[in-house]
């Protein structure tokens, strides 16, 4: 399999995860052990930044894995911008998962502030990674103001629903030049595989993990979904065809000629 | 236009008749629904015809609310700033006919419980006041907050309702989230409860959340007080007002609490008492109709029922709460409000959280957002 490389890093497991909603830090670790991840997302009103000895980020001491904090939280460009600052001087990474969403139910994100603070965040150097609807002309612009790769959800953050936007995921891939990175949604191994086989680069999985009723043996559930779409992928998939291949009966005549 | 133009239009008697005409059909067709549960469905959830399928709830509402918020509990501490207060509620040990010794917090004593406070773990505290405009006010309120907001990731009141000016200048100090408790929907009966003191307006503490909402606060507390009035009809209206809420002020996060009346100085005795087995019925309703909204249960209920309730529904529970001005650093138990019922320490609550297989989150927020 080709390894993946966004900014300076690269991956040699296309599924990146998340810490919210385990039933301990211990069964995190386990998980996001067991999924081979290298790239693991960390809400920032979580954890504590004043602390050398924050449960979660000690958890996520991991070989090979590396810290993305998200601002899960904030509301607006401003917010996001400040808490952004804040995380790259205490946690030593200018990596960053740009999460506005305004709205506490749903979840979405809100483009308009996520563009503003992109291009500020990318203008300081800061590796951005934007969550955001499967819209394909903001994912363009986030490309233009420098962001290292888009993250587009699949359907509403943890709603399990898999990837309801896949015609407009399907445009964003074809016209990307940064790698494209499937967030939210994703509720099993097979739409997981679904994401990768499409020509996702890369896959962003948290809920369907942390709630599973053994989330460890998920995770690895999700590992093997996440490589056989790549295999699959890089193997080039036969296409759908939706009627059966005749054999020329109308221009067979030509060869005849 | 606020919620009290809404609830004008809607009757009482006229409401608990819809709820207690529900039948089991509604409730297993509302129960049937993958999603988008209505008011129609809601009123089947409370009604008593849906108590046989108490267990359907139940296992419903825990597997929407892992989904939705993890299997997590959030943790939070009040902390008791006064108990002065010039109302006359009926049902309240601070009511200021009720004779118990008055406390104010100095602001050389609010340190001192922050300490005691901090060294229990707890990163979100809530300030709780009685009402008293001289003793505990607006400035009052003010200068606590910005005492306790660089020791807390997320600061949160209880107290008088307040101008919408005035939400907006706390939200500047780091205010979160504001617990607004209407304690009864029934207009007419709300003046019985509430003879004397600001808090007889009913309107001015109904339009709370609206300028809660208009002042940009990060999250709204609602709640009624259950014990005062037929809670099924309460359940409706408070359903009804926070469907309102959450359409106008979309960016806002709601939270509902359950606190129930049980004895206390003044001896009140609850006109509509409710029993455990519906509390949890109240519950899994709240949870069914509305997947987002966060559920609170205090420690007013016993420790074996929340070791239970935890993991039907509820996203934030309290810990080690002392009802006294001053109670964590050196408790007397002389001027509560009332008797906390699960007495144990925050240390024994997470561990019992954690024995339910739940991580106990005590920080989600930061100060700095």
């Not at chain 1, 290298?38 to 991991?62: C, F, G, P, Q």
């Not at chain 2, 010039?86 to 040990?93: D, L, M, R, W």
């Not at chain 2, 029922?305 to 709460?321: E, P, Q, V, Y």
Request: contains cysteine; hydrophobic residues 35%; charged residues 25%.
């Amino acid at each position: 399999m080709q390894p993946l490389k966004i900014a300076d890093k690269v991956f040699h497991s296309r599924l990146f995860t998340g810490t919210g909603k385990f039933s301990s830090n211990e069964i995190m670790k386990k998980s996001i052990e067991a999924s081979g991840s290298e790239l693991v997302t960390a809400a920032l009103k979580r954890v504590d930044l004043n602390n050398d000895n924050d449960d979660i980020l000690n958890h996520l001491k991991i070989d090979g894995v590396s810290l993305l904090p998200n601002t899960s939280g904030v509301r607006n460009a401003k917010e996001a911008i400040f808490a952004a600052q804040l995380a790259r001087e205490a946690l030593g990474t200018n990596w960053l998962k740009l999460e506005i969403h305004p709205d506490p139910r749903y979840l979405l994100p809100d483009g308009e502030e996520t563009l503003k603070a992109s291009e500020e965040l990318a203008k300081d150097g800061f590796i951005v990674m934007p969550y955001i609807q499967a819209d394909p002309v903001l994912c363009k612009k986030l490309e233009d103001v420098g962001t290292a790769s888009v993250m587009p959800l699949g359907s509403p953050i943890g709603s399990n629903q898999g990837l309801q936007t896949r015609r407009l995921l399907e445009i964003i891939i074809e016209q990307s030049n940064v790698p494209v990175v499937i967030d939210a949604g994703i509720g099993a191994p097979s739409h997981a595989a679904d994401a990768i086989e499409m020509g996702a680069d890369a896959v962003l999985v948290n809920t369907a993990i942390a709630i599973a009723g053994n989330p460890v043996e998920m995770a690895y559930a999700f590992k093997l979904g996440v490589e056989a779409g790549r295999i699959a992928y890089e193997s080039k998939l036969a296409k759908v065809q939706n009627s059966a291949n005749a054999s020329s009966p109308l221009t067979s005549f030509l060869s005849e000629l | 236009m606020t919620f009290y133009d809404e609830i004008k239009n809607l009757d009482w008697e006229e409401s608990k008749q819809d709820i207690y005409s529900k039948t089991e059909k509604d409730v297993l067709e509302a129960l049937n629904k993958s999603s988008n549960r209505t008011l129609e469905d809601f009123k089947a959830f409370v009604s008593p015809a849906a108590f046989p399928y108490l267990e359907s709830m139940a296992q419903l509402s825990q597997r929407i609310t892992q989904k939705r918020f993890g299997k997590t509990i959030q943790l939070y501490i009040p902390l008791y700033l006064s108990n002065e207060c010039t109302n006359g509620c009926t049902y309240c040990g601070f009511s200021h006919s009720n004779k118990i010794k008055r406390k104010t917090l100095t602001e050389q004593e609010i340190p001192e419980e922050v300490e005691s406070i901090k060294n229990l773990g707890f990163e979100h505290i809530l300030l709780v006041t009685g009402e008293h405009h001289k003793k505990a006010g607006f400035e009052y309120i003010k200068k606590a907050v910005q005492l306790v907001r660089d020791h807390f990731s997320l600061v949160s009141l209880e107290i008088q309702p307040l101008d919408e000016t005035e939400y907006l200048e706390l939200t500047k100090y780091g205010l979160n989230t504001v617990y607004i408790y209407q304690e009864t929907y029934h207009e007419e009966n709300y003046k019985k409860y509430h003879p004397t003191g600001k808090k007889s307006n009913f309107r001015y503490r109904l339009e709370t959340p609206d300028r809660l909402g208009k002042a940009g606060i990060h999250k709204i507390g609602l709640g009624t007080l259950i014990g005062l009035e037929d809670w099924r009809t309460e359940a409706l209206m408070l359903a009804k007002h926070l469907q309102y809420l959450e359409k106008k002020y979309w960016k806002t996060k709601f939270s509902i609490s359950f606190p129930r009346l049980r004895p206390h100085q003044g001896n009140f005795t609850p006109n509509f008492p409710m029993n455990e087995a519906e509390l949890v019925q109240l519950m899994t309703a709240y949870r069914l109709f509305n997947e987002n909204v966060e559920l609170s249960l205090s420690t007013r209920e016993s420790a074996n029922f929340r070791n239970h309730a935890m993991k039907l529904g509820i996203t934030t529970m309290s810990a080690g709460s002392k009802t006294e001005p001053g109670g964590y650093a050196k408790s007397t138990n002389e001027l509560e409000q009332f008797d906390v019922n699960d007495d144990r320490s925050p240390l024994a609550v997470c561990q019992m959280i954690q024995q339910n297989g739940y991580e106990a989150v005590w920080k989600d927020w930061s100060n700095y957002f």
